[in-house]
């Protein structure tokens, strides 16, 4: 395996060591013809079918082009002899992200803002509807895969393992990894003999399962394989919901929508997703619209009866302060209370 020190194809020049993953080795390198710094991820498996997924995974990321997932060039797939052990190694060349991965991160954070858990979920719903939109699953959501830039936007990495949802369903064939993590992955994208699962088939509804997980950890600080979270034995749903204090219930029902144990029971798409997200944080007003209206046109009639030299009773004093109430609720009240969202 390469080292820090090494050149690459008299090309990348080999920086340091950023992690050690089931598939590849990622290092940071020097592009010394673009003159720019770039990362290498370096197949640490040599045999076939490791080989034909780590290919596929430059196809992958050479086919989405979007801000969330990180860009190769079209000469980013690389072959070269290694000077340590004279074998044949393939490396993909890929943009490198800065930042931090969410999974370091929670080392010293939690989501406690509702904003910025509505923010993150948007930006990752929005890079998986590209995926899922280029007929892509990525199988393998979680912290360690979600990268933080400096400016707040959030990089989905790591699309070793993605399925082409047009393929049909391969199981394991690599010894000692699996597909997705644990306390992560779906329900169908593990044993076969788990009870009452429809068909034990994945698709993009599997990304919706691990995303909810990952929102999870990335809530309460608590990572959902260790057994910390009990699940109810009659809805199979993860109790972890009092461990997340100030975030509203609509949002925590759209993540345990997300980790229904039964696909079918899950969000149908990433617009239906982004629709609920949008409810939860829309403006709207107390009173429906056709309240607000006839509270401006009271209130215009109330006005100008008291410019003509009215004099009101209690009851019109009492109906005046009501139909004020509910303009100040319509004008002001959720303006206020977003400024005030923790």
Same mark, same amino acid.
């Given at each position: 395996m390469i080292k820090p020190g090494d050149m690459i194809n008299n090309r990348y020049h080999v920086l340091q060591e950023l992690g050690d993953g089931a598939f590849g080795r990622t290092f940071a390198v020097e592009? %010394?013809? %673009?003159? /720019? $710094? *770039?990362?290498? *991820?370096?197949?640490?498996?040599?045999? =076939?079918k490791a080989l034909e997924l780590f290919k596929q995974e430059y196809d992958v990321l050479n086919r989405l082009n979007h801000p969330g997932i990180p860009k190769v060039a079209m000469d980013g797939y690389v072959e070269f002899r290694c000077f340590h052990t004279q074998e044949i190694l393939h490396g993909i060349v890929m943009e490198k992200i800065e930042g931090q991965d969410l999974k370091r991160w929670l080392e010293n954070n939690k989501i406690t803002n509702p904003k910025q858990a509505i923010v993150w979920l948007e930006q990752l719903i929005d890079i998986l509807g590209h995926v899922?939109?280029?007929n892509y699953c990525h199988r393998d959501i979680k912290p360690s895969n979600i990268m933080l830039k400096p400016d707040g936007q959030l990089v989905l990495i790591d699309f070793g393992i993605v399925k082409e949802l047009t393929q049909q369903d391969q199981r394991q064939?690599?010894? +000692?990894? *699996?597909? @997705?993590? =644990?306390?992560?992955? +779906? =329900?169908? $994208?593990? !044993? #076969?003999?788990?009870?009452?699962?429809?068909?034990? $088939?994945? /698709?993009? #509804? +599997? /990304?919706?399962? +691990?995303?909810? #997980?990952?929102?999870?950890?990335?809530?309460? !600080?608590?990572?959902? @394989?260790? @057994? !910390?979270?009990?699940? /109810?034995?009659r809805t199979l749903k993860l109790l972890w919901r009092d461990k997340a204090p100030g975030i509203s219930e609509k949002f925590k029902d759209l993540i345990d929508d997300l980790m229904e144990y039964e696909p079918r029971d899950r969000p149908k798409s990433t617009k239906e997703i982004l629709k609920r997200i949008n409810s939860i944080d829309a403006p709207a007003t107390s009173f429906s619209p056709y309240i607000v209206y006839l509270s401006f046109v009271l209130n215009l009639v109330l006005l100008t009866l008291l410019a003509m030299g009215f004099t009101l009773n209690i009851g019109f004093k009492l109906l005046f302060i009501v139909v004020i109430l509910v303009i100040a609720d319509f004008l002001f009240l959720h303006q206020i209370q977003s400024l005030f969202k923790l």
């Open positions: 592009d %010394r013809l %673009r003159n /720019d $710094q *770039k990362v290498i *991820k370096i197949l640490n498996l040599n045999i =076939p899922h939109q280029h064939t690599i010894p +000692s990894t *699996k597909i @997705g993590t =644990p306390g992560y992955a +779906s =329900p169908e $994208q593990g !044993e #076969r003999n788990l009870p009452n699962l429809e068909n034990f $088939q994945f /698709d993009y #509804r +599997s /990304d919706f399962f +691990s995303l909810g #997980r990952t929102f999870v950890h990335l809530l309460t !600080e608590i990572y959902p @394989g260790n @057994g !910390e979270l009990n699940i /109810d034995s």
